[in-house]
């Protein structure tokens, strides 16, 4: 049963900084690509980061870029997200996402979702991250 866990959400002040860890159970990350979403009240879904486990390619929403690093541990069946120079503006519920990996495929597009849904990936149930003085 594929199960993905996210956790490290938490009230933090802006400036500050979270990581989020995303475990995975019932595959190994080894054929897909995991991403972060984040969902905002009243907000679309976005995709924030992705990284290929094949080949270690990332992608980063410009939103995020320079301040927020995607990284792996196979080993470990985990990807993390490190997060720093937090803004308010980042508060948002923070999903963990699979999607099997094909070479057709960039790490962008399924960032983008580019002509696929949310039924396509495996989800987390999400983790909590709120900026704010």
């Known amino acids: 049963q594929v199960q993905l866990v996210e956790s490290g959400g938490d009230l933090v002040q802006p400036g500050g900084s979270l990581r989020l860890s995303c475990a995975a159970s019932?595959?190994?990350?080894?054929?897909?690509?995991i991403g972060w979403f984040r969902q905002a009240p009243g907000k679309e879904r976005e995709g924030v980061s992705c990284i290929s486990s094949s080949d270690g390619s990332t992608y980063y929403a410009d939103s995020v870029k320079g301040r927020f690093t995607i990284s792996r541990d196979n080993a470990k069946n985990t990807v993390y997200l490190q997060m720093n120079s937090l803004k308010p503006e980042d508060t948002a519920i923070y999903y963990c996402?699979?999607?099997?990996?094909?070479?057709?495929?960039?790490?962008?597009?399924?960032?983008?979702?580019?002509?696929?849904?949310?039924?396509?990936?495996?989800w987390g149930q999400g983790t909590q991250v709120t900026v704010s003085s």
């Open positions: 996402a699979a999607l099997i990996w094909v070479p057709a495929r960039t790490v962008q597009a399924v960032c983008l979702m580019t002509g696929l849904s949310g039924g396509n990936y495996y």
């Open positions: 019932g595959f190994t990350l080894d054929y897909f690509v």
